[in-house]
Structure formats: C-alpha cells, structure tokens
C-alpha cells in the first residue's frame, strides 16, 4: 500500500483509510518486516513543533494516518484531498482490528494504561473473540533507556513476538518510548493507540459516537477531565491555528487546488513549479 502523502502545517499526513491501514499491516506480517505507523491530531502536530524528541518517531514511521476531523477539516480548507473517510481513530475502529487480528490468527501485545487495566480489557476481547493472542503489560514501569524494567518489557513483548504491538501510554510519552525502543523490537507492525484500552476497560468516559464526525471527540473528554486536558484542548489549538493561518496566507490557492489533483505534496508542487 503507497498512499499519497502530504504537507499540512509542517507535518506530514497520508491519505489512507481504515481499511488500507488493515492492508498495510497485513503486508508487513505476510512480508516478515516491520512497519511503523503515526497518527496526527491537534495535539500531535503541536506536539511535533515544540518537541524534537517526538518528531523522531515520526520521521521513522511509514504510515502517518489522521486521528481527528479537525486535521480533515483543516486539509480541506487548504485544498488538500482528504476525506472523512481519511480519518481513523481507535476509538472507533478498535475493535474491527483485533477482529481482523483473531480472524488471522495474528498474535497481539499491547502495552499501556495502569496495572490492571490492560488486563481487564484483555480479558473483555478474549471473551468477545474466542482464540485471540493477546498479551498485555501496564505501562507504569521506568521506561529510560537501558533500566532494568524497560529491558523487561522489551524482552517480555520479543518473546511473545506479536505480530502487532499497540503501544498506548500517552502523547508524547508513547512516541518517545517507540522512538528510543524502535530497533530493539520484534513485532511486525508497531503503532501507537493512546488511552484505547482505558476506553474498553471503563476506565475512562467513551465519547458520544456521535460526536467523532463532528470533531467533538475532543470536547467531550475536556468535560469530563478539564484539569488533565484544559491546555491540550484550550490552549494548543489557538497554536495550530496559527500554523493555518500561516499555510492559508503562504500558498496560493491554485498551488494547493493542483497539489490536490496531483497527489503531491505542497512542496513538491511548488518545487515543480520553481523548476
């Protein structure tokens, strides 16, 4: 699977569906390699701007697919082709892929959330899809480099050699994990997941599903955890926003209308034209 990729306020996002998600993991697995797949919301492109540290997992990963219909939105407004159809998130689409994992008999690690919690939604899949391969670990152990604890869990996830590892302890502290652990792994397709399983488990709040088309998945959680979330989703924003305004007022609207129909990028568009 080679989906098109694009510039959006300095960032790069494919234009790649859920289904072709399944796909590019399939081929990883069926090829034996390993396949590193990013996601981008508002709080991830912020994120990639003030932190050079998270930026490294993203120039690492193959697939970088939209978390969120205001990054849709946003592309749209600048002339890139992205639907709502380009937008995945897991709390929606969880479990169709640990569906899709016990239907190839595909063995799944996932690593996050409090002692216990994994545990528990573990537990909820296994009885919802008898025979899946599904190991877990909490992801409240001291994750520098070369601890004793993170030499555990890196040895704990190789020895149960999953075909997808999901790795949900947060931005940016998943990233960074998966950015510094990247090459010691042995898993075929690496993708971070944030609070997924804290949603399966009852953990935390589900969001209304009505309010993911909308882009008020965002609202929702705010309500129900301002003292956590109020800079994430009051503050980060206004940044990001800048960064539209900054692409809305550098690129002619024709520049972005003729990167949309190429499937170029902003910059390979205007590199074509200045050649």
Not at 30 to 43: D, E, F, M, T, V
Not at 92 to 101: G, M, P, R, S
Not at 126 to 138: S, V
Request: one cysteine or more; glycine letters at 8%.
């Amino acid at each position: 699977m080679k989906a098109a990729r694009y510039n959006l306020l300095g960032v790069a996002v494919d234009a790649v569906t859920h289904s072709e998600l399944h796909e590019a993991m399939d081929e990883a697995v069926a090829s034996n390699r390993r396949l590193l797949i990013a996601n981008h919301n508002l709080h991830s492109i912020y994120l990639l701007h003030h932190d050079a540290h998270f930026r490294g997992m993203y120039d690492r990963a193959e697939c970088i697919y939209v978390d969120g219909m205001p990054v849709i939105f946003l592309a749209q407004a600048l002339g890139l082709p992205l639907r709502r159809e380009h937008r995945t998130t897991f709390l929606d689409a969880f479990e169709d892929l640990v569906a899709e994992v016990a239907r190839r008999n595909w063995r799944l690690f996932y690593l996050g959330s409090k002692p216990g919690v994994a545990d528990r939604g573990a537990e909820i899949l296994r009885q919802r899809f008898p025979g899946l391969q599904i190991a877990t670990h909490h992801g409240y152990f001291d994750a520098r480099p070369g601890s004793t604890e993170n030499r555990g869990v890196v040895d704990e996830i190789n020895a149960f050699r999953p075909h997808l590892l999901m790795v949900g302890m947060g931005m940016p502290r998943q990233e960074h994990w998966t950015a510094e652990n990247l090459d010691a792994l042995s898993a075929n397709a690496i993708i971070t997941s944030g609070a997924t399983m804290d949603y399966l488990a009852g953990e935390v709040p589900v969001p209304p599903r009505w309010a993911g088309p909308l882009g008020l998945y965002g609202l929702s959680r705010l309500v129900h955890d301002p003292g956590r979330l109020w800079k994430r989703y009051l503050i980060e924003p206004w940044y990001v926003l800048g960064l539209f305004l900054r692409d809305l007022w550098r690129v002619p609207r024709e520049t972005r209308r003729r990167a949309a129909a190429s499937g170029k990028s902003l910059k390979e568009q205007q590199q074509a034209q200045a050649d």
